[in-house]
């Protein structure tokens, strides 16, 4: 159980395209999701916090109008990278958390790198 | 702010030879503290979730106890596949609250 995938697995695009991730949870339903990005050998980092049916939380310094995020159902959240450019090159992992009693946590997803030329 | 140290930052073990690492952790009243394993290019797989001090629990090779500052994950025996990075997370109170993260423990089990 608590399985969490994600869509695509990887993706290149073009400087000034926007690239959407698909995150869905299947085997349990998620109010809440959450989306990261990873740098080499670094740890996670939150970008934002995505509720069902409400608007997106982002963390301090994350633009909003870039990261384009909406958690449209109970399983499925998308974050909308707009207007990509180089520097936001990365990999990205969403994350739902599973809060039905006995299986609590937070499940991951496999990720996403992105490479924007 | 809620704090997450782990340690060591990196830690070689030969097959078979048994050790721990170490997440400490400050938080305003703690929800539970997370265990993930990372391979590289992978999201984290979830291993444990841990409530309140002295509680444990065991999979496989791993076992994960819990402080009311530290856990730790004990590793019994390592094999090479046990190779990846250990990730230690808390949630603060309140069931919508992010995870905060350390910085992890990068695992490589030798022959």
């Known amino acids: 159980g608590a399985v969490v995938s994600q869509h695509p697995s990887w993706v290149i695009c073009k400087s000034g395209t926007s690239v959407k991730i698909e995150c869905r949870s299947l085997?349990?339903?998620?109010?809440?999701m959450f989306w990261y990005r990873q740098f080499p050998k670094q740890s996670l980092m939150l970008m934002a916090t995505?509720?069902?049916?409400?608007?997106?939380?982002?963390e301090q310094g994350v633009e909003k109008d870039k990261f384009l995020i909406n958690h449209a159902s109970l399983t499925l959240s998308t974050l909308t990278v707009t207007s990509a450019h180089p520097e936001d090159s990365s990999f990205y992992i969403c994350?739902?958390?599973?809060?039905?009693?006995?299986?609590?946590?937070?499940?991951f997803g496999p990720g996403t790198r992105l490479t924007v030329l | 702010e809620d704090q997450v140290t782990q340690s060591p930052e990196a830690l070689r073990l030969q097959e078979g030879e048994s050790s721990s690492l170490n997440c400490s952790y400050t938080?305003?009243?703690?929800?539970?503290l997370f265990w993930y394993r990372q391979d590289p290019g992978k999201g984290p797989e979830f291993l444990f979730t841990?409530?309140?001090a002295g509680e444990e629990k065991e999979k496989e090779r791993l076992k994960a106890t819990l402080t009311k500052k530290e856990s730790f994950l004990h590793i019994t025996a390592p094999k090479p596949e046990d190779s990846a990075t250990y990730l230690c997370?808390?949630?603060?109170?309140?069931?919508?609250?992010?995870?905060?993260f350390g910085t992890g423990t990068r695992l490589q089990v030798t022959l």
């Open positions: 085997d349990f339903q998620a109010t809440t």
């Open positions: 841990l409530y309140s």
């Open positions: 994350s739902a958390r599973d809060t039905s009693g006995a299986s609590y946590g937070e499940f």
């Open positions: 997370a808390v949630q603060a109170t309140g069931t919508a609250s992010k995870l905060t």
């Open positions: 938080v305003s009243g703690l929800r539970g």
């Open positions: 995505s509720n069902e049916g409400s608007k997106a939380t982002y």
